[in-house]
């Protein structure tokens, strides 16, 4: 499934933004829908990931009271609200998606997903 990211910008730092992540020409309610981000000169991390159902969440450790991730399955939509954002927020957010069962713990992996958007900027500044 290919999957369309949008909703960043230019933000100055404390304020929100909602990002919003869309599949092109399918459902992907049966999937699991995950959050990555990366930054200048830095790897892609992970941020956050949401069950099919939507009624399961994990976040990594950095981002958890600012970020919620959450999905709309009849509207077909996954949202990444990012609140109280830093500078070092600055990153291209991908979102991805694979049929696979939901973790609670471990955290995830690029390696999970097999289906990924290009990615929309959120620049924040101080």
């Known amino acids: 499934v290919q999957l369309q990211a949008s909703g960043g910008g230019l933000v100055q730092a404390g304020g929100s933004l909602t990002l919003s992540c869309a599949p092109s020409g399918r459902t992907f309610s049966t999937y699991t829908v995950g959050w990555f981000r990366q930054a200048p000169g830095k790897e892609r991390e992970f941020v956050a990931a949401?069950?099919?159902?939507?009624?399961?969440?994990y976040y990594t450790d950095s981002v958890k009271g600012r970020f919620t991730i959450s999905r709309d399955n009849a509207g077909n939509t996954v949202y990444l609200q990012i609140n109280s954002l830093k500078p070092e927020d600055t990153a291209v957010y991908f979102c991805?998606?694979?049929?696979?069962?939901?973790?609670?713990?471990?955290?995830?992996?690029?390696?999970?997903?097999?289906?990924w958007g290009p990615g929309t900027q959120v620049t924040v500044s101080s």
């Open positions: 991805a998606a694979d049929r696979f069962r939901f973790r609670y713990s471990g955290g995830y992996y690029s390696s999970d997903f097999g289906s």
């Open positions: 949401i069950s099919a159902s939507g009624r399961s969440a």
